[in-house]
């Protein structure tokens, strides 16, 4: 772990004041004294060559972890690493871009947002993925969708079963009641100063906040709504969700998020906020 500027400066001051020779000359207390100031910048130096070795290392930790296979974190990278319209090479795990363009290369790595975890019933691997349309998550293209599971087929360990989640986001119903500065905000929710709707801005922001395949917390959440400005009180009267249903291909009945939920899709959309209500704070 990387020590400190002051720490490194003051083994040295340390070290200036240990020598014979050196202390005899270098005895001034004045903070602009200049073998102060070189002690200084040696320091800086040092420390900012300590923390390029302490991010080498945790990257170095990283790629070994990632790259152990059969691991999930295996998985996940394998995932990312999928490029539409390209094969692996013959018994490899990667591929042969020698001679394609780069924006070739970008273009085809389709899958943007990748997440893995075991099935609680069986010994299944989940690999749930995501794509991108203008900054927006949203599934890939079934085309798309078929080449990734093909791929999964080539690279997985024999005889694990794996299973692709590609589905529309999970769906959130907020019902909430917000106590609210009359001073700041209409009745409706938009701010009297700057006229957006602070709640509404301050929800989807938590919504990107959300890592992928992240847990939707509800203090959490609050937490954040309470950091609005004109909100003396936000309360959750109610939070619900709804995911793909594999049978019906469609969204199924809305469920109560009681504490904490994962989406199923891997990430969630907000369907209005309609059903937000504003009651005026008064004391």
Avoid: C
């Avoid at 947002?113 to 293209?141: C, H, T, W």
């Avoid at 909430?176 to 922001?205: H, R």
Wanted: no cysteine; proline share 5%; glycine share 6%.
């Amino acid at each position: 772990m990387a020590r400190t500027t002051v720490e490194i400066a003051n083994e040295m001051h340390k070290a200036v004041q240990a020598d014979i020779v050196l202390s005899a000359f270098f005895t001034s207390v004045s903070t602009t004294a200049v073998f102060r100031l070189f002690i200084y910048i040696v320091a800086v130096a040092i420390n900012t060559f300590e923390q390029i070795l302490d991010t080498h290392s945790i990257e170095m930790d990283e790629i070994k972890l990632n790259q152990k296979t059969g691991r999930l974190t295996w998985y996940r990278t394998m995932a990312l690493k999928f490029q539409y319209g390209f094969i692996l090479i013959t018994d490899r795990d990667y591929y042969d871009n020698g001679n394609a363009t780069l924006e070739q290369i970008e273009a085809s790595k389709v899958v943007k947002y990748a997440a893995v975890n075991e099935s609680e019933g069986s010994s299944a691997v989940i690999i749930k993925i995501a794509g991108e349309v203008n900054g927006v998550l949203s599934p890939i293209p079934q085309p798309q969708k078929i080449a990734f599971e093909a791929y999964v087929k080539e690279f997985k360990i024999a005889g694990v079963q794996v299973r692709v989640i590609n589905f529309l986001p999970d769906r959130l119903y907020f019902n909430m009641t917000m106590y609210y500065d009359p001073e700041l905000l209409t009745a409706n929710g938009m701010s009297i100063l700057n006229g957006n709707y602070p709640v509404n801005d301050a929800i989807n922001e938590y919504m990107k906040e959300l890592p992928f395949n992240g847990e939707f917390v509800i203090a959490n959440f609050v937490d954040k709504l309470q950091q609005v400005p004109g909100i003396k009180i936000p309360h959750v009267n109610i939070i619900e969700s709804s995911w793909i249903d594999t049978d019906t291909s469609g969204y199924g009945e809305p469920t109560i998020i009681n504490v904490r939920a994962i989406p199923e899709s891997g990430y969630y959309m907000p369907m209005g906020f309609d059903t937000i209500n504003y009651l005026p704070y008064v004391v």
